[in-house]
């Protein structure tokens, strides 16, 4: 059970931080509350299946044509939907949850409610200490924490990591240094929904294809950067190991606990709100930012 517990975690928890990141790099830089952020990541999914499924293409070559695909929607959905009322969080936000239904609803009619599953790109299992531990899951936890690497490298080590950060701690001061706060602002977003295709890819392998497939993970995500802090890369690191521990000891230590996992996430966010709204890693925002 210790090893099912810490598997699920580094699965789970990989899953949620990748989320977490993209969402908090667009809420950091532009304000924007992207409700539709993981209906971006069941869009890649079924990207990925049609184009291995369908199409007959390799699953890297589909994995890059899906990325490809997100990104540019992500850009069209930026310019149209969400530039235009930018500066009104609450339109922001509803056009987002709108943006998420018609993902949602485009699905199902292409490719219907039906469930599907992608088969492994590594087939077999590992035995260790009596525990059976599948190559796919250490492939996806591999693959997540090279993605993940890849991201602090990007945001720490080139020209554009360095204004998304910058321009996440202070817009105005990043506008005076002679920044494009609009460009860095939609450049962040396709950066954020590509880190959601490529949470899609890593993961693809492991879960059930569906059109409702983006909701449970937009709770845990949404639970993440509460307790992390809106906006802290770091504290949505941290909160997604955090929240995928707490799942996983539910899902193991209590019967029935899989019906749970969602009310706990939710619970736990509630009390982040209530005695540090902030989160663990945020700050406290002035009504003037």
Not at 40 to 61: D, E, N, S, W
Not at 157 to 172: C, F, K, P, S, V
Not at 267 to 273: N, P, R, T
Request: proline letters at 4%; a neutral charge.
């Amino acid at each position: 059970m210790i090893a099912d517990i810490v598997l699920t975690t580094l699965i789970n928890g990989s899953t949620y931080a990748l989320l977490a990141i993209g969402f908090s790099l667009i809420f950091g830089v532009a304000r924007i509350v992207n409700i539709a952020h993981t209906a971006f990541y069941m869009v890649a999914a079924y990207c990925i299946f049609y184009g291995t499924h369908r199409l007959g293409v390799p699953p890297i070559l589909a994995v890059l044509m899906a990325i490809i695909l997100v990104m540019v929607l992500g850009f069209i959905c930026y310019r149209f939907f969400i530039e235009p009322i930018r500066e009104h969080e609450a339109a922001v936000l509803i056009a987002t949850i709108a943006l998420a239904m018609v993902f949602q609803e485009i699905v199902m009619l292409i490719f219907s409610g039906d469930f599907r599953t992608v088969p492994p790109l590594l087939p077999g299992y590992l035995e260790f200490g009596g525990v059976k531990i599948a190559f796919q899951q250490l492939l996806s936890i591999a693959a997540a924490g090279v993605i993940l690497a890849a991201v602090w490298t990007f945001l720490t080590r080139t020209r554009l990591g360095l204004a998304i950060r910058t321009t996440a701690q202070d817009r105005e001061v990043a506008n005076l240094m002679g920044m494009n706060e609009a460009r860095v602002a939609m450049l962040t977003l396709v950066v954020s929904v590509a880190l959601a295709a490529l949470t899609g890819a890593a993961v693809l392998p492991l879960t059930v294809l569906h059109p409702h497939m983006w909701m449970a993970p937009l709770i845990m995500m949404m639970a993440v950067v509460v307790l992390g802090g809106l906006g802290s890369l770091k504290g949505s690191f941290t909160g997604a190991y955090i929240l995928a521990f707490s799942e996983a000891m539910v899902v193991f230590l209590i019967p029935k606990g899989a019906f749970l996992r969602e009310s706990v996430a939710l619970s736990i966010m509630i009390l982040v709100l209530l005695l540090r709204p902030e989160g663990l890693f945020g700050i406290a925002f002035e009504e003037e930012r």
